[in-house]
Each structure stands twice: as structure tokens, then as C-alpha cells.
Nanobody
Framework: QVQLVESGGGLVQAGGSLRLACAASGRTFSSYTMGWFRQAPGKEREFVAAITWKSNTVYADSVKGRFTISRDNAKNTVYLQMISLKPEDTAVYYC?????????????????WGQGTQVTVSS
């Protein structure tokens, strides 16, 4: 009953910036924990960042200090601001929603997933 649509991906040079957005359709979006994950070809999906409805946040060590997750509950949208991008950040980025409102990095805890948006960082 919840649909998520990511946008904002693209091709950037190393050191550049990009902002991703995820629009959600659920009526209870404001109560969901929202997460960002990424997956490179041949690799498992990995956690990037998560945010609760009260805007408590957690980040993967690999992106801490470079990425910022935020949300606008009135717009049913969560964002991922990425700066100082590195080639190893190249992946398909997915947003996800956890109805249970946990601040979690586990993919199995999320109930809804978007289709992803490609981020490519050139060296």
C-alpha cells in the first residue's frame, strides 16, 4: 500500500555532489522510518543511512561526514544529500520504509522499497 519513487541520480565526477529524493505515497509516511541503501553490480545491497519520523539519524561508516539524510513529512519525501563523492559510491540507490519505526540498518526490517536510481561517480 506504500509506493516509493527515487529520483536525482546521475553521473558526476569524483568530489562532486548529488541530492537524491524519494517520494512516498503512504498516508502514514510521517511515522515510518526511512532508509537509503545502495547496491553495486554483483554485490549485496548495503545500508547507507536511515531517519526516523522525529529525524533521528544513523549512517554507515563509509558515508559518515559526506552524506546527509533528511525528510520533509509534509511533502512525503526523504532526501539524501551526497557530497565529496567517490568512485566507490557508484551504485543503484534505493529508498525503503519501515512501518515498525525502527532506526535500523538491516534490509530485512524494511517493508517497502523503491525501484532505485543510478549514481555513477567517475574518477
Amino acid at each position: 500500500q506504500v509506493q516509493l519513487v527515487e529520483s536525482g541520480g546521475g553521473l558526476v565526477q569524483a568530489g562532486g555532489s548529488l541530492r537524491l529524493a524519494c517520494a512516498a505515497s503512504g498516508r502514514t509516511f510521517s511515522s515510518y522510518t526511512m532508509g537509503w541503501f545502495r547496491q553495486a553490480p554483483g554485490k549485496e545491497r548495503e545500508f547507507v543511512a536511515a531517519i526516523t519520523w522525529k529525524s533521528n539519524t544513523v549512517y554507515a561508516d563509509s558515508v559518515k561526514g559526506r552524506f546527509t539524510i533528511s525528510r520533509d513529512n509534509a511533502k512525503n519525501t526523504v532526501y539524501l544529500q551526497m557530497i565529496s563523492l567517490k568512485p566507490e559510491d557508484t551504485a543503484v540507490y534505493y529508498c525503503a520504509a519501515d512501518v515498525n519505526q525502527l532506526l535500523t540498518s538491516s534490509t530485512s526490517r524494511y517493508d517497502y522499497w523503491g525501484q532505485g536510481t543510478q549514481v555513477t561517480v567517475s574518477s
